[in-house]
């Protein structure tokens, strides 16, 4: 597996991106922690509800230079995942990296062949507390990566 891990300043920024492959048909929403949800408990389908569910976590932490993190998971094409796989891959990827409670919404992407997911999350917990620096952040996705 592959992950490539993105911090940036713009939450809208990341969710726009994959809310456009949504919109092409490209994409899709399989998974959601903390996010406002639908009657069924699917993460909702709005743009704006998904900002919400970030929206406290920002507000507590202005200082933070990149408090977005986009993750992108690429499994090998012999792994063949269902998308319940992958959703249960995402939430223990972010549960080892110290995200797991976090909010953060993961999307399907199907623009490729490899079928890999998208996770947007926060690097500002409750407290509004930056969770740790970039390089130990990728030294234990390598960690993480090896142990799934």
Known sequence: MVAKINRGVSLYGAL??????VDK??????????????????????M????YGFRNYLLANKNTDKPILHISLNPSLD????ETQLAQLAAEYMRK???????????????IERHHIHIVSTCVNARGEKIDAVSYT???AHETRSNL
Do not use: C
Request: charged share 15%.
């Open 25 to 46: 048909n490209t994409a899709r929403i399989i998974f959601g922690n903390g996010m406002v949800t639908d009657s069924a408990g699917n993460p909702d389908i709005s």
């Open 48 to 51: 704006q509800n998904a900002i």
């Open 16 to 21: 726009a991106y994959n809310w456009q492959k």
């Open 97 to 111: 990296m110290g995200y797991g409670s976090q909010p953060y919404i993961v999307f399907l992407h199907e623009d």
């Open 79 to 82: 792994d063949n995942l269902s």
């Open 138 to 140: 990728h030294l234990r």
